[in-house]
């Protein structure tokens, strides 16, 4: 409580400092499990469509609630982990304890490895579903039927492989070797020489994927406008298949 009571009396453009970098690593904390949560829903929507389609609201509202609860416990283990007063508060550092930055870091590491292992299992999976082309599934109750828009699916699963490319270089790759670094060789070349690289190449990372995303699906949108996997669908409900 001391330290949180120290910070509240720094000048107004070191609070903004302290407490826009405590929230950036708060949330740090958070990104890991909710990439984790979209990896997980891409595969259980691929692998298991019909119970998927029962369980993406309860899955939508746990990945925001744990993530959400990890956000505020972060940001609240932050403002109050008593630290020695440093001569000056400069940056989130100076007032955070190391340690706890340390141990999150290792969490989002384990977490973009699960990350990563299920990408690579949901490309697996679309690969040999693309491969299957039209399919019909036959339950106990209903007749689900699966007409593929190829090209279309083919691009998605294209542009899952290149999010997992782009997440290994820009985000695992400097994450792996700033830990191999530090804990292994005990050098900070990476932080001395470069700065936080490892947030720097995260946010290109974050704006790379959006600007695929945005160029090659409204690219394969624009090349079949009439022929969504959902207007499939739309049609093959009004002739009873």
Request: aromatic residues 10%.
């Amino acid at each position: 409580m001391e330290s949180f009571l120290t910070c509240l009396c720094l000048p107004l453009e070191k609070q903004v400092a302290l407490w826009s970098g405590i929230s950036l690593f708060s949330l740090h904390t958070a990104i890991g499990p909710l990439d984790l949560f979209v990896a997980l829903d891409r595969l259980l929507a691929l692998t298991c469509p019909l119970k998927y389609r029962v369980i993406k609201t309860k899955l939508l509202v746990a990945s925001l609630t744990i993530c959400t609860s990890l956000y505020i416990s972060m940001f609240l283990v932050y403002s109050l982990y008593r630290r020695p007063k440093p001569p000056a508060i400069i940056k989130t550092i100076d007032f955070v304890n190391s340690q706890l930055m340390e141990a999150d870091y290792v969490w989002n590491m384990v977490m973009i490895m699960m990350n990563i292992l299920i990408s690579v299992a949901f490309a697996v999976k679309l690969k040999r579903f693309l491969s299957s082309g039209a399919t019909i599934k036959r339950t106990k109750l209903v007749f689900v039927n699966v007409l593929l828009d190829i090209p279309y699916m083919a691009q998605a699963h294209t542009i899952v492989l290149y999010q997992i490319v782009l997440e290994c270089i820009f985000w695992m790759a400097p994450s792996l070797t700033k830990v191999i670094m530090e804990y292994g060789f005990h050098k900070k070349v990476i932080v001395i020489k470069a700065g936080p690289v490892t947030l720097t190449a995260f946010m290109v990372y974050v704006a790379t994927c959006s600007v695929m995303y945005w160029r090659k699906l409204s690219r394969a949108q624009k090349e079949t406008p009439n022929n969504t996997l959902f207007q499939q669908r739309e049609r093959s409900n009004k002739i009873g298949i």
